[in-house]
């Protein structure tokens, strides 16, 4: 492969050209990504953390899987752009959290590249064989994601999110397997403002419109959408 | 009767010869006649301007054309009668989404509902593009302002100046998959037509015939202050439409294929000959319903702007006027 590139000008290729060619084909695979993330990079950092930087794995799981009990978000599987936009936020202070925002700080942003092709690069949620037990707070969550609720001008979650809630690259990130608490306290952030990142203010128009009782039984649902059914 | 004229008439009676007084009778007589056709058709013709165009489904919105037997809207002041009864039932509520009947024509109504919501499934054999039905008519033709079945329902049969016909509801809905999904018209009383009648029928139940209901089509827009333009539009849509239906206005696409968010132009998307290629129908629905659960945000101004560049792009031909 690496002689075609390098016609037979000479009759035996030293060892430096030998790994320009290398090179070469290193840097014009990794070309196909225009940031030059580096997943292994990331997969270390998430891992052991760095000067300031706690390691992500301690709340957001080893896979990347979140923390249902405290509402740590499932990272694993979420669009790369995604991810990155997130980590930028923090660090800008349009997405306030006191956990995230030092550490978003602490990054660089060939680290936040890193990290995000790492968790992107995970896999996403898939639904557990369990159906487990329905919360009846729950009931009007399959409504409120697969048709939205128009007489308040509400669209539908999936209309967004894709079908079954598993995200749209590259703006739009998976919601479905998401620990309630986490989608709780983010439809609770943009009606409150304090997370002011959504392209377009595009949640928080839905945000606002949205009553406890509505934000409850969507977080509820998405939680684990199989245990609670589609309504037909 | 007027003295004057009896003791004309008897003079004409005795000397049985012409009298210049004929002259101007036949003058008045011919005023009164033209007067009596002038009036309604007078009328009529100030009733039509403000009529709103046929966009209860996007593919075949037509310039309006006098149609007798049709209710005046509302705003006609010299219409008082039909305009009370308009107004008076012009709010109409569907039924839920989810409040469906049971056995054979519940089936059938569900089926109506999937294919409305998942063309690309439910009727594929008569879609040409990447559309659903309820791209365009959001909340599976529920949403007021966004071609409600609810309301274009009940205005059929209507001549359309489209194929220059009586057109029947069936009609109306084979035309979309034509013009709107780029395919073919399925046949009358297929399945997939029975189907969206009965889904269309079951969510008008209540709703008056021929009355031109609140929310019907997408509201009409006001010409706009400056002339439609593709480069303002440009800016708009790059900031707001963006996101969703792709820099190359193209779409987004699922791994599997199927569009996650509508392709605008281009071969996937409506043909020339649909309704949304009309830029003050595009330009209404996206005032009122885009982006989506923004509807309403943009100004009227950079919606005409954004319509227009939308209808700048090349598209599939519009099959009328394509050589078989």
């Known amino acids: 492969m690496k002689t075609r590139l390098h016609p037979s000008s000479h009759a035996a290729p030293s060892a430096s050209s030998l790994m320009l060619g290398i090179a070469l084909i290193a840097c014009a695979g990794l070309g196909l990504n225009p940031v030059h993330a580096d997943s292994r990079a990331g997969a270390a950092l998430a891992q052991q953390g760095g000067p300031g930087i706690s390691a992500c794995v301690s709340c957001h799981g080893a896979r990347g899987e979140g923390q249902a009990a405290t509402g740590f978000p499932r990272l694993a599987g979420q669009p790369q752009a995604y991810l990155l936009r997130q980590l930028q936020a923090f660090a800008e202070g349009t997405r306030k959290n006191p956990v995230m925002e030092p550490i978003a700080r602490a990054l660089s942003a060939q680290q936040m590249r890193d990290l995000a092709d790492h968790y992107a690069g995970l896999p996403g949620w898939s639904a557990p064989s369990k159906t487990g037990t329905s919360d009846p707070a729950a009931a009007p969550g399959p409504r409120l994601a697969t048709a939205g609720n128009w007489d308040k001008g509400i669209p539908a979650c999936f209309a967004c999110h894709g079908p079954d809630g598993a995200g749209i690259p590259p703006h739009f990130p998976a919601i479905t397997g998401q620990p309630r608490a986490y989608t709780r306290t983010q439809l609770k952030a943009w009606q409150a403002g304090t997370r002011s990142n959504d392209p377009q203010g595009l949640m928080k128009s839905v945000a606002d419109r949205m009553t406890d009782a509505d934000i409850e039984a969507v977080s509820l649902y998405l939680e684990n959408p199989a245990a609670t059914g589609r309504s037909e | ?324």
């Open chain 2, 1 to 324: 009767m007027p003295h004057w004229l009896r003791k004309w008439i008897q003079g004409q009676k005795q000397t049985g010869r012409f009298h210049p007084s004929w002259i101007l009778l036949v003058v008045l007589a011919t005023l009164v006649v033209a007067g009596i056709v002038w009036i309604p058709v007078e009328l009529v013709s100030k009733t039509e301007p403000e009529r709103q165009p046929d966009a209860q489904a996007v593919s075949a919105t037509t310039p309006p054309v006098p149609v007798t037997g049709e209710p005046a809207p509302a705003k006609n002041p010299r219409a008082p009668a039909r305009a009370t009864l308009a107004s008076a039932t012009g709010d109409f509520t569907p039924p839920d989404i989810d409040d469906l009947p049971d056995g054979d024509f519940g089936e059938a109504v569900r089926l109506g509902r999937n294919i409305f919501n998942d063309t690309q499934t439910y009727a594929r054999a008569y879609v040409g593009n990447g559309l659903n039905c309820v791209n365009c008519h959001l909340d599976a033709g529920r949403k007021a302002d966004s071609g409600p079945l609810w309301a274009a329902y009940g205005m059929f049969p209507a001549y359309r100046e489209k194929n220059s016909l009586v057109n029947t509801y069936e009609d109306r809905l084979a035309g979309c998959f034509r013009f709107s999904m780029n395919g073919k018209e399925p046949p009358r009383g297929s399945k997939e037509l029975v189907a969206l009648m009965s889904y269309s029928y079951w969510m008008s139940r209540g709703a008056p015939i021929g009355v031109e209901l609140k929310g019907r089509g997408y509201p009409k827009l006001a010409a706009p202050a400056q002339p439609a333009d593709e480069a303002r539009g440009k800016k708009v849509y790059e900031a707001n439409c963006a996101i969703c239906h792709g820099a190359d206005g193209l779409g987004t696409r699922l791994s599997d294929g199927r569009y996650a968010f509508p392709p605008l132009w281009g071969d996937d998307s409506f043909n020339a000959g649909a309704g949304m290629t009309q830029v003050h129908n595009a330009a209404a629905f996206i005032r009122a319903n885009m982006p989506l659960g923004q509807g309403n945000t943009l100004t009227e101004q950079e919606a005409w702007d954004v319509a227009k560049f939308m209808n700048s792009h090349p598209r599939p031909a519009d099959p009328r006027k394509v050589k078989s």
